[in-house]
T-cell receptor, first 110, second 115 residues
């Protein structure tokens, strides 16, 4: 039931782009993206709801393909501050509870 | 954005003792609060879902008698780890949402070390 994220890890140079994918075997109501830095709690990035949509937040955007039960997070012109572990959390029903993927570790180097 | 606090941020206790962790939504009323546990370099594992005034719903494999959850008000939920053992050492994080199925805001987490 846990969504699968890919890749597991990625190393970038500042200014480069990255895509993180999240796939579920279950029909999804919503997908939530978070970034967690070492020793800290996850920080909310964005939520995508059923209906298939794309959202943007500065240089970070995401898409949600409800039919394919997939979501992708796009990081463009990466900055050092983007380093951390990215988690997708998926919800399949109306309870609000999220099941998180295993995480994707992103390291941005100068 | 919405703020969720947790207390304490860090606790060290002896094996066999009980530890209480508080989770508060500071500037909104939380419809639901969630408790997660995270081991080093692993994902967040949902332990239970908590609604004010009702019993918590525990995920499969989580012992409800060991992890007692009380949701006293729309802004406060507590997790008590009873008779803690070293294997309970982990990072415990709560989250809360103000609108069902919408954004969950996470607290800063509580790092528990059981000796």
């Amino acid at each position: 039931q846990q969504p699968v994220q890919s890749p597991q890890a990625v190393i970038l140079r500042e200014g480069e782009d990255a895509v993180i994918n999240c796939s579920s075997s279950k029909a999804l109501y919503s997908v939530h993206w978070y970034r967690q830095k070492h020793g800290e709690a996850p920080v909310f990035l964005m939520i995508l709801l059923k209906g298939g949509e794309q959202k943007g937040h500065e240089k970070i955007s995401a898409s949600f393909n409800e039919k394919k039960q997939q979501s992708s997070l796009y990081l463009t012109a990466s900055q050092l501050s983007y380093s951390g572990t990215y988690f997708c959390g998926t919800s399949s029903g109306n309870t609000g509870k999220l099941i998180f993927g295993q995480g994707t570790t992103l390291q941005v180097k100068p | 954005g919405a703020v969720v606090s947790q207390h304490p941020s860090r606790v060290i206790c002896k094996s066999g003792t009980s530890v209480k962790i508080e989770c508060r939504s500071l500037d909104f009323q939380a419809t639901t609060m969630f408790w997660y546990r995270q081991f080093p370099k692993q994902s967040l594992m949902l332990m239970a879902t908590s609604n004010e005034g009702s019993k918590a719903t525990y995920e499969q494999g989580v012992e409800k008698d060991k992890f007692l959850i009380n949701h006293a008000s729309l802004t406060l939920s507590t997790l008590t780890v009873t008779s803690a053992h070293p294997e309970d050492s982990s990072f415990y994080i709560c989250s809360a949402d103000s609108v069902p199925q919408e954004t969950q805001y996470f607290g800063p987490g509580t790092r528990l070390l059981v000796l």
